[in-house]
């Protein structure tokens, strides 16, 4: 997993216990005809449609830098990231994208990449993947937790015991579904991506 892996190497000593499970959506290759572009908002929607089709010569636009890194890994000649969150695409896609663009991503995505460009740029959102609870217990022993995103975040607020803990979410929009929970310190990344998340995070303490 690469977030425990970046935690690894950071010093600090990860406990995997996902909240979702990523699922892709069956389906036929999507018809490309009249698309211009494809624009990503999680490196899972690029892993899932990368799997559904061998599509590798249109322009990308992603969200934020480690998806553009998962989309150059899966064979996407042409990446350009917004480095930011929803908005930014939105704004990158009206000045830049060159037609009609195919946005592949979650079955209940946290944003609408189409309301946002209505007007100004064609956008198709195409449902590549899905996210599922787990109902994987949380660990008994653990000082903070990471949040990806407001459906983790929902996860986390049915199922895990919070008390004493700290949470470190990607956006409010992630921390939203825990309301205000007393004795949980939360905070929140200054920008929307893994390695603000790691900032706030900070560093591990001192093995003594």
Do not use: W
Request: charge should be neutral.
């Amino acid at each position: 997993m690469r977030t425990a892996d970046r935690l690894t190497r950071l010093g600090f000593e990860p406990v995997v216990a996902p909240l979702l499970a990523i699922r892709p959506v069956p389906q036929a290759a999507p018809d490309l005809n009249g698309t211009a572009a494809l624009a990503f908002t999680s490196g899972n929607g690029v892993d899932a449609f990368a799997a559904l089709c061998g599509e590798r010569a249109l322009p990308v636009f992603t969200v934020g830098d480690a998806t553009a890194e998962r989309a150059t890994e899966a064979g996407f000649a042409s990446v350009r990231s917004a480095a930011g969150a929803l908005g930014d695409l939105a704004r990158l896609l009206a000045a830049e994208a060159p037609g009609p663009v195919l946005a592949p991503g979650a079955l209940e995505p946290s944003g609408d990449l189409p309301a946002l460009l209505a007007g100004r740029v064609e956008v198709r959102a195409l449902p590549v993947y899905r996210a599922v609870e787990t109902g994987t217990a949380a660990p008994g022993s653990f000082d903070a937790v990471l949040l990806h995103s407001p459906r983790a975040g929902r996860a986390l607020a049915a199922r895990a015991p919070l008390a004493g803990r700290t949470v470190i979410a990607v956006s409010q929009a992630a921390a939203a579904p825990l309301g205000d929970p007393p004795d949980v310190e939360i905070r929140i990344a200054a920008r929307p991506d893994e390695a603000a998340l790691f900032e706030a995070l900070g560093k591990p303490a001192p093995r003594v």
